[in-house]
């Protein structure tokens, strides 16, 4: 079989070491082979075959999914494999299922939440998956405020047990993934209620179903909730939902660690400080954010590889046409999402420090940086998976009609990633969390006490709120310090003019209230200057690699400049820039296009996916794109015959006439 | 069976005639009439049932589209409909179809294309649905650029007939809807080639398959493309692949009213003005436009609805949650697009108008508004499927997590949607032909030339290059003339920098293509004052019923004030409005969602959509969401057995400890 690389042409423009980019993206050289090892076992694996889940019906799609989760975990087992090793496999088999809650959220939970123990307890057997667990906080009429649950959890002190109950049809669990099918416990969320008083929400491990014949035990109502967007995408997951009538529970399943229930029935709080639950979200929150970079560095991986091998319009000569990577109106749209994505990489690996740096301080005690964090990682969980999901989108349009086909793996990585765009905290409602602690800080200012961490340049407000922005030419739009400025400027003056109007209003809360919309858009300010520094942050370091730092100044400037032409609005509101300097970072930016252009390919390749894990023929390694829409195509159900099923019933007599005619 | 209107105390609040409101929405009492009978008429046959498409496998699914296309032809014969209920239930049954292209596109290509002769005898054949056509021009290589087809049409002297052949792999067609399975027919593009010289792309009518037992004929290859984004979607439609190996057809069906071939095989153009085409592009891209008005308005009606049920956050005392409605976030993302539908509703009424004007004028031999109108309707295509598609996805999110269910119709609605923002051209592809026409306008300035139309206003542009808005309260953004002006002295503006700068590169052509992303952005900003002047238009006209002109003045302003707020950087940036005036937009728009904020339900219950229609529980007309939502769920497959399918195999083996253990 003659195998020809369509992109070598491509790749021979690199200027730069594509190896060495690896590295770097991947985090450190061991990160970079255990993923390669993964992705290699999980690629020539036939079970961890995807290409057909678009075409299987809910079922099939779900029992094959149950097969690969039971393979990946026997591999796992037989391979002995580390538990990054593990995780990252689970990553790359790219498939949503209940195994995600089990680790994810349902072990963590008991992590976090559990007394000792109760870890000793419940964490063994969950290790070995002889429990499978899920996690049952939503329910059917409340999603993001958790202190409206309905669910009760009521204690009986004459058999010493908690009666979980689901009082209204509203109060159903509904959403949790693994609860419609599979998961034998969960611990789920509910009001506590002691003693005749209610003391708010709580999180207690229940046993869903017979660990003997996995029919719900008594009292028990489960099901799945229904197909959600896309194909494949999460019907792969039995998101569930559940009834509870009055199921007892013994007093011992209630997580114990932050607050305690007594055999009497006193509810006590233990002096295990309750910020503990904030780490966690730290936790989980940069986990996203890290799943933001890689799912749009996989769609751009696709139309950075199909915009350099699709060609239309410009031929001279009859020769080829022009690649379509070459339109700047491409070249507009992609490549700021190309640097997001990098720009993201980044940012959530600061994450992980954060998450490390705000663990110890825990430890000591220290809770001085912890609401900070707490908004910073909300706030970047918002911004980078809004983005995300419609850079996604965004790059399907890019491949113009073929990204619409499912071979062209975008619907099916969109439709499973937009819910992030919801879960753990609308996006919303996690930036009207920002700007709440945005105008705290901005209120505080004049007290002495100096912000800290990702708002400390707020200190620095009287100064930015004079700041005049000294470009005078396109190439000063290259300098960190007034791409920074020009970011903290912006931030701020967005941030104190929503103080200074809230402050206007009859109430602080009915201010907050009706500025609302102002409030997002200063938190948005916020967090992509936070992303903006990071970046500058990561290419002040020393990176070897032959002209690795060079492209990844680039992607950093393409992204500020990126950002500060589309809301050019609000640079220029608050004057922070001039329209003829607005205008010369554009002019820059056009630059910055031609530069990172011939370096595109080689900068997805980077991302080292296989043509597995991207699923996708237009964004195969080696641009062999047409043939293979071909092949893809012949494989749908509905080419085994050539006269469709359907023909002698329907087609045939409307071709006959068999109905009268119209007046048509 | 108790039924209550859970929005009741919504539908109490509006301020206006909602019946007066419906006709304004419907264009006509009669239209209205139409719409309402035909909508009852799909609602009530249970053939039409559109709630399990989801779950169905693509062969099912496909099977039982062909099932309700003959079953609305054999009502429509049966019931003896007109042209319009014909196509007004066509449109109801709501289901990409073969049926489409047969009317939307082989019907109008004959029409447009073919000799008296040729309609004569093609046309009674394809009204009664004897012949079944589609359209094949895209190819697996070549979309956009028409020019760039491969398949060619080889005029054989020695038989009179054309050799038809697809020389390579990329010339396949592909993408033509009914194509892969159901056509007899198509319409075929293909290069003629006669006297062994090209004459460009023409119009071939080429038989397919049997009409005796439906097989493709000799030399003929077809099949269906594959999956498609979506669950239900366009996998209803049979998307086709087609090759030719050297297929013959005689002479006479090529499409030749505009240009011949002789029996001797002469290349010949006919006398018949080519402009002619643009005539047809303009009604379909009419039709597109009308199309995004009604596919935004569901989307808006169903968040709408399922806002002002659903409640979070804000509970006083143990009372009722804040409706999410009243959260001025979920305002300043939902109104605009609710302006918005309405928006387009006219933009594409007035696009009738001007089809109908257009056509007048073709007869009279006039073509001196063609390229404008050609132009505009270009213009506006993009415009309203771009912001048609992103905003059903918003409404998706405005939903949260419910709107990710296929119950809540939503996310089929984006996947049908999307690709209407590709096909019929590629949206950018089109704003850079508005900006073609936008440059060449500005470059006859000087020339004494008045432009014409929706370009009239550059006519003006030594006054609105200097113009400086005078807005001094919020207030003076109510008014008209304050609002027009400031979009005409934005998009003049936009037009003459583009125009400047390419004036300084080394060619026009180097310079438009360098500068085609700014290109881009003056386009737009022309097409949104072109729907911001027509829907100014449309509420100074007399609207009869109580409060209904009120209250689309209020949606004129919300659309007008929030494109602006969007686009606040290019108002700033071209010194149209000063930062102060920008801030007494917003100050005006916060305001006006607030006035619009009680009539919110009764403006989409304007759009008398059925619920069948509607296809969403979230968008109930009663507001019952939760109970449905619920009943919904139970139907999944998944829930046909308690314990799943897969369990013995996959999961017990899991919990039973079958695999030797790991290093975790």
Chains 1, 2 share one sequence.
Not at 171 to 200: C, F, M, N, Q, R
């Amino acid at each position: 079989m003659e195998e020809v690389d369509h992109l070598a042409h491509e790749r021979i423009k690199a200027q730069f070491d594509v190896d060495a980019m690896k590295v770097v993206w991947a985090g450190s050289k061991h990160a970079l082979d255990v993923a390669d090892r993964m992705a290699r076992l999980v690629a020539s694996d036939p079970v961890f075959r995807k290409d057909n889940r678009p075409m299987l019906a809910r079922k099939e799609l779900f029992k094959n999914t149950l097969k690969k989760a039971a393979h990946a975990w026997k591999r796992i087992n037989e391979l002995r494999l580390t538990e990054e090793e593990a995780s990252t496999l689970r990553v790359l088999v790219d498939e949503p299922s209940y195994v995600d809650l089990h680790w994810g959220m349902f072990v963590p939970a008991i992590k976090g939440q559990g007394t000792d123990k109760q870890q000793k307890k419940w964490l063994p057997l969950a290790y070995k998956m002889q429990i499978i667990g899920c996690y049952a906080q939503t329910e059917l009429g409340h999603g993001s405020n958790v202190q409206g649950l309905e669910t009760t959890a009521t204690f009986d002190p004459k058999t010493d047990e908690f009666i979980i109950h689901s009082p209204t049809l509203t109060s159903s669990k509904w959403w949790p993934g693994g609860l419609g099918k599979v998961s034998t416990h969960a611990v789920v969320y509910a009001h506590l209620i002691t003693e005749g008083k209610d003391h708010g929400v709580h999180g207690f491990i229940v046993q869903l179903r017979s660990l003997d014949n996995h029919s719900p035990l008594p009292g028990i109502t489960i099901g799945d909730i229904g197909t959600k967007f896309g194909n494949g995408a999460y019907n792969t997951m039995d998101n569930g939902v559940l009834r509870f009538d009055h199921v007892r529970i013994p007093r011992s399943q209630m997580l114990m660690r932050v607050s305690q229930v007594t055999r009497e029935g006193k509810f006590i709080v233990s002096d295990v400080p309750r910020q503990l639950v904030y780490g966690t979200m730290v936790y989980v929150r940069q986990t996203i954010v890290s799943d933001a970079s890689r799912a749009l560095s996989r769609a751009v991986c696709i139309a950075v590889r199909y915009s350099a091998v699709r060609r239309q319009f410009g031929s001279q000569d009859g020769g080829p046409e022009t690649q379509v990577i070459d339109y700047k109106t491409q070249q507009s749209r992609l490549f700021p999402l190309l640097a997001s994505a990098y720009a993201f990489r980044f940012v959530g690996e600061w994450l992980k420090w954060l998450y490390a740096d705000v663990t110890q301080r825990l430890q000591a005690n220290d809770f001085s940086t912890l609401p900070e964090a707490h908004a910073c990682t909300a706030g970047l969980k918002s911004l980078t998976t809004s983005a995300t999901a419609d850079g996604i989108e965004e790059c399907r349009k890019l491949c113009g009609g073929h990204g619409y086909l499912c071979s062209s793996g975008l619907p099916e990585l969109f439709a499973v990633y937009v819910p992030t765009c919801t879960y753990e905290g609308d996006n919303v409602v996690l930036l009207l969390q920002v700007a709440r602690f945005l105008m705290k800080t901005v209120s505080q200012l004049g007290s002495g006490k100096q912000p800290v961490g990702t708002t400390a340049y707020m200190g620095r407000a009287h100064h930015l709120m004079q700041y005049k922005c000294d470009v005078r030419g396109a190439e000063d739009w290259l300098k960190p310090s007034v791409i920074l400025q020009a970011f903290e400027a912006r931030a701020v003056r967005l941030a104190v003019n929503c103080a200074q109007n809230i402050s206007k209003a009859p109430s602080p809360e009915e201010g907050f209230s009706e500025l609302s919309a102002d409030l997002v858009e200063a938190a948005v300010a916020h967090c992509q200057l936070i992303v903006v520094s990071k970046f500058i942050k990561k290419v002040q370091q020393d990176i070897p690699g032959l002209g690795v730092k060079e492209q990844l100044q680039i992607l950093c400037n393409i992204y500020a400049l990126s950002v500060l032409h589309k809301h050019l609005g609000e640079f220029l509101a608050t004057g922070c820039i001039t329209p003829r300097q607005g205008s010369l970072a554009n002019d820059q930016l056009r630059y910055l296009y031609s530069q990172i252009r011939p370096n595109a390919v080689a900068l997805v390749d980077a991302f080292n996916y296989t043509d597995h894990y991207l699923g996708s023929v237009l964004g195969r390694y080696d641009g062999n794109v047409y043939p293979k829409l071909e092949e893809e195509a012949w494989k749908d159900p509905l080419n085994d015959s050539v006269v469709p099923d359907g023909y002698h019933e329907y087609i045939q007599p409307v071709l006959k006439q068999k109905f009268r005619l119209s007046r048509l």
